[in-house]
């Protein structure tokens, strides 16, 4: 610990971001980095506790609490703060394969879990991740790294979001071929189509895809398992099969009109709008535009928030987005005390920018949609909702009652349903054969990540439901170490 009393001397800062209404005019990345001496003090921070709850990974009353991925974080931030950057690396590396990522998308339960944060503000862990692989890449010490001895063993990864390509990341550095499939022309999954560029920039995700191609990874885009590549080839070609292909199914809104025009899931519009970005600029029109449109984003989490964001490029009129839940506190409850995941009021980017530019948060809590109404031609041009308060139905379940009086009509030409996703879809399931479990989720256990079909397992939203980035990573490391136990008798693999 090189600094006993830096968590005393020092105040928490994080670096700036470009200002709201300067950065909703392109799609670049908005966050500024501190310089070197900045990032040694924000290290010195860290207090090595005696338990560090920051890297636990455990769940507590429903959210987790530290970082799944039991990153090293007082170890890194001790590094940070002497000036060994690469020795930085090599910790943050030895449990994320993707610290970029993470660095950039992650909700930070570590830094939730963070004892500073007990009485005071948490180490600026996020940053701090983000720091030194920023730093490793620009330093070129961050190179394909190919294993050098090869077992002859063919592995199939189906998907390459972050579960995915953790999961062929390990097996390669185990010597195994592996062979990722990819139903979308481009590989990352949600890291590439489902996170806006200004939040996480598609170069950085491409960077470390190269990467893992030059380690021997094989990767085959346009290409959707059990319809361009049939089950019977899956299984009789490989010695194992990884299912990573994530929690795609999007929860609906089943209320009248919700068939006429204008109406779409969040994930087709953002899938399409940073496909059109990257294929011509947007300059091709393949994309759901809201420009000049009045927008209502149904769903307060992040999804929601980048729909927000990306509607406000594109040049819409107005933007709201409406939230069934209540307003989070702005302070911990009673009910929520340190080290759970703290459950309070966050503005986002998209609420920033909103804010900005049209004087006020776009979110509206406790908000039922009750019905869409349409124009002569079907299409969308209202969104009819009532006011809600949240009381004890059976069982003592919180349930949402309508308040009298409260009903409002909002002009929309574009609704976007950002309700989160309700599980995998079906069609290479069933053809497989493989168990669910009550949630609809493919059926294996934690630590095991076995299916029930021979030599397939299932890693990251497929196996667990919707959940973060840094959870399926975990969970394609875990399945990589359990295939390569099944391979070959035994792992090395973390």
Not at 243 to 267: W, Y
Request: net charge neutral; proline share 6%.
């Amino acid at each position: 610990m090189g600094k006993p009393t830096g968590f005393m001397e020092y105040q928490r800062q994080l670096p700036g971001d470009r200002e709201p209404l300067e950065r909703i005019k392109d799609w670049n990345e908005f966050h500024y980095q501190f310089e070197e001496e900045q990032l040694k003090i924000q290290g010195a921070r860290c207090m090595e506790c005696g338990t560090p709850y920051c890297h636990t990974g455990v769940i507590i009353n429903g959210a987790v609490s530290g970082c799944p991925l039991n990153n090293l974080i007082p170890e890194w931030n001790d590094l940070i703060y002497r000036g060994l950057w690469r020795e930085a690396l090599e910790r943050l590396h030895k449990t994320n394969n993707f610290p970029e990522f993470t660095g950039r998308v992650c909700p930070a339960p570590c830094e939730g879990a963070c004892t500073c944060g007990l009485h005071g503000q948490p180490v600026t862990i996020k940053n701090n991740e983000c720091a030194i692989i920023d730093r490793a890449y620009e330093e070129g010490w961050v190179v394909p790294r190919p294993p050098a001895i090869r077992t002859g063993k063919k592995i199939a990864v189906v998907g390459s979001g972050p579960s995915g390509l953790a999961a062929a990341a390990q097996l390669n550095k185990a010597g195994h071929w592996v062979t990722v499939f990819e139903r979308a022309d481009r590989v990352g999954g949600l890291l590439m189509y489902g996170i806006p560029n200004m939040k996480l920039d598609k170069k950085i995700v491409q960077r470390r895809i190269d990467i893992l191609a030059a380690e021997g990874i094989t990767f085959v885009t346009n290409t959707e398992v059990g319809k361009d590549f049939p089950v019977g080839r899956l299984l009789g070609e490989f010695d194992a099969v990884i299912l990573c292909g994530g929690s795609t199914k999007p929860r609906d809104l089943p209320v009248e009109g919700r068939n006429l025009q204008g109406i779409h899931f969040a994930m087709e519009f953002l899938k399409a709008n940073t496909k059109s970005l990257l294929d011509s600029n947007l300059e091709d029109g393949n994309y759901i535009s809201a420009a000049g449109k009045d927008v209502v984003v149904i769903g307060g989490g992040d999804t929601g928030t980048d729909c927000v964001a990306t509607a406000i490029r594109h040049g819409c009129r107005s933007v709201v987005q409406l939230e069934i839940m209540p307003q989070p506190p702005k302070t911990r409850a009673a009910d929520n005390p340190w080290p759970q995941f703290p459950r309070v009021l966050k503005v986002d980017y998209g609420q920033e920018e909103a804010a900005a530019l049209y004087g006020a948060d776009p979110r509206q809590y406790c908000v039922m949609t009750k019905r869409f109404v349409g124009d002569e031609q079907g299409r969308v041009k209202e969104v009819h909702t009532v006011q809600v308060e949240w009381v004890k139905g059976p069982q003592d379940r919180l349930v949402p009652q309508e308040i009298p009086g409260t009903e409002k009509v909002w002009p929309a030409q574009l609704v976007l349903l950002a309700m989160g996703f309700v599980g995998p879809e079906r069609q290479l399931l069933d053809q497989l054969g493989v168990e669910l479990d009550q949630f609809g989720n493919v059926k294996a256990d934690f630590g095991k990540f076995r299916t029930n079909i021979p030599k397939v397992f299932v890693a990251g939203d497929m196996r667990r439901g919707q959940s973060l980035v840094v959870w399926a990573i975990r969970e394609g490391r875990g399945a990589a170490r359990e295939c390569d136990r099944f391979l070959m008798g035994n792992t090395n693999l973390p």
